[in-house]
Structures are given as C-alpha cells and as structure tokens.
C-alpha cells in the first residue's frame, strides 16, 4: 500500500498529537501557539484515508547559536502507536527536509524526547547541550542537522 504524504491543517494534526503526544489531556492542550505562526507548516503521512503521521515545521532560530541563516523548529512529530516502528515517522521526517532544502533552509532542530533520541540520531541528527526539563512531559535532548551549506 502506498502512503501518502502532503500538507494538512492545524487541526488535522489534533487526533494524532492527541493521542500520542498529549494522552489522557485536554484537547485544547494539543493546539502549540506556533501553529499561529503563518509560515508554519504540517505536514501528514495517510495510510489509505487515515492520518497515522504528522509533523509541523516553524520558522525558528536556532537557540544560542550566532547564526542569520535559516532554521526551523520541528515540532509535534508523531506516529500512531499501532503505526510505529514501520518506518511512518523516518518517511514523513525525510519528506520535511527535502522540502526545508528546497526552501533554502540552513538548519532544522528540534526539543527531542529522550525517547526519541535514537529515532532521530538514525537520521543523522547530532545532540547539542545537556538534557533538560519539560514540565509535564520529562527530560528533553536538543537536536539538529545541517540541511545544506552555504
Ligand atoms: C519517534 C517516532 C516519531 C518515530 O517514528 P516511527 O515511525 O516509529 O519510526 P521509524 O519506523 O520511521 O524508524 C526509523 C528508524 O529509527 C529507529 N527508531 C524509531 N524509533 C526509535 C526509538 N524510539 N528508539 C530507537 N530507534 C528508533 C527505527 O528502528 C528505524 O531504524 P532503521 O531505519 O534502522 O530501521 C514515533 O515512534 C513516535 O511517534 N513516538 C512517540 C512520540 C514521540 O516520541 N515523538 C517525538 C517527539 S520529540
């Protein structure tokens, strides 16, 4: 079965951070004030119909870094539980980035889990600073790569 991928809505990203990212919360905790952000952008993975990946991109500096070149943040990146582990995530994420590329864009980084740490190392993202605290979600890593060079 082929999946698709192609740009959604804010909303069209709820069930799935729903479900993954903000379990046993309210509702309005899945809506990020970046999604306000005009030039953020989401993207969904669909099996058939069905939504099982999203991820959204912001236009955002790259945090103690003396840098004018572009960066955005990756946020919101999640798999259906049934969908993870069959390469959905890896997919979308590669999807993002070549379009990041096409916009020019320098750097994309991101506040990773410590869960998800691995995940994002396979795809060659390296680890900067030490681990940190995200009320209520846990111990943080921050992560980035390269998109292109000048
Ligand atoms: C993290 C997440 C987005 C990864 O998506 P996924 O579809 O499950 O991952 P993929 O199947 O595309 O995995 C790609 C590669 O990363 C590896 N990988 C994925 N998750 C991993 C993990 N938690 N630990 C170690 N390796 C992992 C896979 O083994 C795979 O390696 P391979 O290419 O050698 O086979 C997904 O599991 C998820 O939504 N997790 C819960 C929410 C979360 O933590 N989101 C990230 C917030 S920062």
């Not at 909303?11 to 990020?32: D, I, M, T």
């Not at 999203?54 to 572009?70: E, L, N, Y």
């Not at 890896?90 to 980084?109: A, M, N, S, T």
Request: aromatic share 10%; charged share 25%.
């Amino acid at each position: 079965m082929k999946e698709l991928i192609k740009e959604v809505s804010t909303k069209q990203c709820f069930p799935v951070r729903h479900a993954v990212l903000r379990k046993g919360r309210p509702l309005s905790s899945c809506a990020f004030e970046d999604d306000q952000n005009e030039h953020c952008f989401h993207l969904g993975l669909f099996r058939k119909s069905e939504i099982v990946a999203i991820a959204s991109f912001i236009p955002r500096g790259f945090p103690d870094q003396k840098t004018t070149k572009t960066s955005f943040q990756l946020r919101g990146m999640a798999v259906l539980d049934a969908h993870q582990g069959r390469g959905f995530g890896g997919q979308l994420l590669r999807h993002g980035l070549g379009l990041l590329k096409e916009r020019g864009v320098h750097i994309l980084w991101m506040n990773a889990r410590i869960g998800a740490v691995a995940f994002y190392q396979k795809l060659e993202f390296s680890s900067i600073g030490d681990l940190f605290d995200i009320p209520p979600i846990g111990m943080h890593q921050r992560m980035y790569k390269v998109i292109q060079n000048e």
